[in-house]
């Protein structure tokens, strides 16, 4: 790449998932994220209980990134050929482990009732 | 137990943490020159990458130049693809959009093939007998596939026989998976082939090598199936290091290489192909040519490229070099004929060593803009090309190596000390499988 700038990035993005498809991610990203603060705000605590099960929740969402990017790039544990590969498996999993617990902490606050 | 009463998020912080992204978005968006006001007349021949990416950049940068494109093909083809489709990877449909897709409003689209160039008297000519003056004129026709140098071979064989050959398009591309799909499966003896000639992505030849011995590796299995690699140059790839690596790997694999061997005919009826073998006599140091018959399941055929006829015919191609394939004589650093200052050459077509790929085009596009830009100003441009080029070699389904150069044979990797440019990584095959094509097709649009 001669400049990897954020503007190169997005459109780089929008190109990959199409541009509706990548701003609605964008958004349910954006909002998800929000509601997240938003219950974070609205009750002024960390339910842990609500957080035992986020963090339940975490490897699940992990090992279904890792799963989905082998899926769509018809690759597999098989294909990992260095140390930077790990590096992104990791991210992967990281990423959908941290999105799967803010989406479970904060699907619970929305939706249960408030004995958390 | 633990609660997490200090964590106290406030509505402020939330806001605050807003404002700063917004703050470092608007920093982080480049800023652009002010358009420059010309009349200039710039004609394009070829809609394909660089043509296009070109238009894109142009129509950004000029106001109220006249910019004109000529191309026949109502289809684009985004041609990175066309090993994956080889290989069973991507359909056919992968590799294709439409011309008027990618084409900004203001510039105009003339659907018809350039029939001749005239430097002297700086026109352009269309099969139709439509005549372009230009004051500008940028050359990017692409190249052509000269199929009909391989007696025994023509491309509707290609798909059944055991015969295929990707570089032809996506529909060929397909039926090369359909014979190689076969090969697979069924095991044998397949023959990988290149030119003599400078080629469009060198790598191609060996992912295709790569490709189908993995698939072969997963599908009848060890011990029922052999991969040849025949090519008339004398190392596997044109950079040595890189050539050494392949080798290595070949090795590993058990694909089998001939070196100096040029493919002359086919006998499909007998599946059997013919080289021309080039040794050098150990005594007299001369060059002793025979005659090497090899019999395949599955051949892979590379046919000879050259430039388009209305580029050789034009007396634009360099005079003293590639004779036989008429690439068009220009700065390697600029892209600029060195005999017609307001012609610039781009893509397959230009006649520089390396780089007829479209990460070439990439890195190619703004320089020769750059120049352009300039002469319109009146003033010199800066921008050089330094022949880089990349190509995602992909070694098995699921890794590649993102191997990148210049015209000097160094290794210019994009990051050093992250992605290591000669090992099979998963990474390398996830930019080329998921963020290529994207790239790409932001370079297209003048984005990238």
Redesign the interface.
């Given at each position: 790449?001669?400049e990897l700038?954020?503007?190169?990035l997005i459109?780089?993005?929008?190109?990959?998932f199409g541009r509706g498809l990548f701003w609605a991610l964008v958004a349910v990203a954006v909002v998800v994220t929000g509601l997240y603060?938003y219950v974070?705000?609205r009750d002024?605590?960390?339910s842990?209980r609500k957080?035992l099960w986020a963090q339940l929740s975490m490897p699940v969402g992990a090992v279904a990134a890792v799963v989905f990017?082998q899926k769509?790039?018809?690759?597999?544990f098989?294909?990992?050929?260095?140390p930077?590969?790990v590096v992104?498996v990791l991210g992967i999993a990281t990423l959908g482990a941290i999105g799967m617990a803010i989406l479970v902490y904060t699907a619970q606050s929305l939706f249960r009732s408030k004995h958390g | 137990m633990l609660t997490y009463e200090d964590i106290r998020p406030s509505r402020r912080g939330l806001l605050g943490l807003a404002a700063a992204g917004l703050a470092a978005a608007t920093l982080t968006a480049p800023a652009r020159a002010a358009k420059v006001a010309t009349k200039a007349r710039i004609v394009i021949i070829g809609a394909g990458a660089a043509g296009t990416a070109m238009a894109n950049r142009l129509i950004d940068r000029l106001d109220g130049a006249e910019i004109t494109l000529v191309d026949a093909r109502a289809e684009h083809l985004y041609q990175p693809g066309l090993s994956l489709v080889a290989a069973g990877l991507k359909p056919a449909s992968y590799t294709l959009s439409k011309t008027t897709d990618w084409l900004p409003s203001g510039v105009r689209l003339v659907s018809e093939k350039a029939a001749a160039i005239d430097p002297v008297a700086k026109s352009v000519t269309t099969e139709g007998g439509t005549r372009l003056d230009y004051d500008f004129l940028i050359v990017a026709p692409g190249l052509v596939l000269d199929h009909g140098a391989i007696p025994g071979f023509s491309l509707d064989m290609v798909g059944s026989n055991g015969i295929g050959a990707l570089y032809a398009g996506p529909e060929y591309a397909a039926k090369t998976w359909d014979a190689a799909r076969k090969f697979t499966e069924e095991g044998g003896v397949a023959v990988m082939t290149r030119p003599t000639t400078e080629m469009k992505c060198a790598g191609a030849p060996l992912k295709h090598a790569f490709l189908v011995e993995d698939i072969a590796s997963r599908g009848v299995g060890a011990g029922k199936y052999e991969v040849h690699y025949a090519a008339p140059q004398g190392a596997l790839f044109g950079v040595p290091i890189v050539a050494e690596k392949v080798r290595m790997l070949f090795g590993q694999r058990g694909i089998k290489t001939h070196m100096n061997h040029k493919l002359l005919s086919i006998e499909p009826g007998q599946k059997r192909a013919t080289f021309e073998k080039t040794e050098i006599d150990s005594v007299t140091k001369t060059e002793v040519k025979s005659t090497v018959e090899i019999p395949y399941d599955y051949l892979h055929v590379i046919p000879p490229q050259r430039a388009p006829d209305v580029v050789r015919q034009s007396g634009l191609s360099w005079a003293d070099k590639w004779t036989d394939q008429g690439w068009v004589e220009c700065d390697q650093k600029t892209l600029r004929h060195l005999r017609y200052p307001e012609i610039f050459a781009l893509g397959d077509v230009a006649g520089v060593p390396k780089g007829k790929t479209a990460a070439s085009v990439k890195w190619q596009v703004p320089v020769v803009e750059d120049h352009l830009i300039a002469a319109i100003e009146g003033r010199e441009g800066v921008e050089t090309y330094d022949g880089y080029t990349s190509c995602p070699l992909i070694t098995r389904v699921g890794r590649a190596m993102l191997v990148e150069f210049d015209y000097n044979n160094n290794l210019v990797p994009s990051f050093p000390g992250v992605i290591a440019p000669l090992e099979e990584l998963w990474i390398s095959w996830l930019m080329k499988e998921v963020a290529l094509k994207a790239t790409y097709n932001a370079m297209l649009r003048g984005k990238a």
């Open positions: 790449m001669k700038t954020l503007q190169t459109a780089v993005f929008e190109e990959m603060l974070l705000i002024r605590a960390l842990m957080f990017v769509i790039t018809s690759s597999g098989r294909d990992i050929g260095g930077i590969d992104v | -």
